[in-house]
């Protein structure tokens, strides 16, 4: 056993919880003994009692009682595979120190959930590269939405990037093609979200409901969403190439507002985008069948300001293979699309 001992939280190591800090410091002690030690309030900060769950911040002083010397069971990590590493490599945009960006696949969820094993918060310990640790998810893209993903490479990138969100002081365009064409051919969609009663116990069939603006304050558990739309190029009346900005983040917001203006996206079964029902002269939204049955919805560009050097940095995803052969067949190429349509706005 060791004895008593005070440890100073180092630089990098802030903003985390205690129980976290201490089996990074000391990993051969148990969430339980951690838990017990706060309980009997062994374990302080700064001389004050502490639970598991407080932050700890850079500075602060823990007092830690004597520990064992000898190692907690070491709890084996499921390994990625060569396949899975390498595809997972692959899709690697961008990098630096701070910050990694894939283009995700469609298909591929982005963390753990409804059955699901393979996902990018299990394969990104493939993307550990050079340094030590695990990148950290810093948002997350719907499990058929394809395009550019950010992890956070180091703690306090992921708190620089997640703050930079929260603060709408990051700037993503997402391309889809929908059925019909939005008109106005630059507008907004201001329409609250909901998510409807009685889905999957595990979020599987989770689904929003759209909200009139004048309801959402007395919609319970509605919140407000807005979405900005740009149509770029038509097929007759029949489809449109749409650029959309998110201003807010909500659950499947973005296909849930093209299906509340009539304009559902091509491939999205769960907002209306996989019927052949004739919209007008169009061809519904399978667009006469002659394309992919796959959700066309990509995340298409990300602009952020890197964490450490505060240099503004922007990520382009090409096309996944469905939507880029959509594109071809309706003649269009991925230059046609200036990189932010919204910028003058």
């Given amino acids: 056993m060791s004895g008593v001992q005070t440890v100073t939280v180092e630089e990098g190591e802030g903003d985390q919880r205690l129980d976290r800090w ?23 900060v700064d001389g004050g009692r502490v639970k598991s769950s407080t932050r700890v911040e850079e500075g602060q002083q823990v007092r830690i009682p004597p520990l064992p010397d000898r190692p907690a069971p070491v709890i084996q990590k499921t390994r990625v595979s060569d396949k899975d590493a390498q595809m997972i490599r692959d899709c690697v945009i961008y990098k630096d120190d701070q910050v990694i960006a894939i283009n995700k696949p469609s298909g591929l969820p982005t963390q753990g959930g409804s059955g699901q094993t393979k996902h990018v918060d299990g394969l990104a310990e493939a993307l550990i590269f050079d340094l030590d640790e695990k990148p950290r998810l810093v948002h997350r893209l719907d499990k058929d939405t394809s395009g550019v993903l950010l992890l956070a490479r180091t703690r306090l990138a992921a708190k620089s990037l997640t703050a930079a969100m929260r603060h709408h002081d990051t700037r993503k365009i997402y391309w889809a ?12 969609i201001k329409y609250g979200l909901v998510k409807a009663p009685g889905r999957g116990r595990g979020g599987e069939g989770e689904k929003m409901i759209a909200v009139h603006p004048r309801d959402v304050d007395g919609t319970p558990g509605a919140k ?80 952020f300001e890197q964490p450490e050097t505060r240099r503004v940095i922007t990520v382009t995803a090409p096309l996944p293979d469905h939507m880029a052969s959509t594109w071809n067949t309706l003649g269009w190429t991925e230059d046609l699309a200036s990189e932010d349509p919204f910028e003058n706005i």
């Fill in 22 to 44: 201490m089996k990074r410091r000391f990993p051969q002690v148990s969430q339980g003994m951690i838990e017990k030690m706060c309980r009997k309030g062994e374990c302080r």
């Fill in 177 to 188: 093609l929908v059925a019909g064409v939005p008109t106005p051919y630059l507008g907004e």
């Fill in 224 to 303: 407000r969403a807005q979405t900005l739309y740009a149509t770029l190029y038509r097929v007759a009346s029949r489809a449109a190439w749409v650029a959309m900005e998110p201003i807010t983040g909500r659950t499947h917001q973005l296909r849930a507002h093209m299906a509340e203006i009539g304009h559902p996206i091509a491939g999205d079964g769960k907002y209306g985008g996989s019927g052949q029902e004739n919209l007008g002269d169009g061809w519904g939204a399978k667009v006469g069948g002659i394309i992919s049955n796959k959700l066309h919805l990509h995340a298409r560009m990300m602009r």
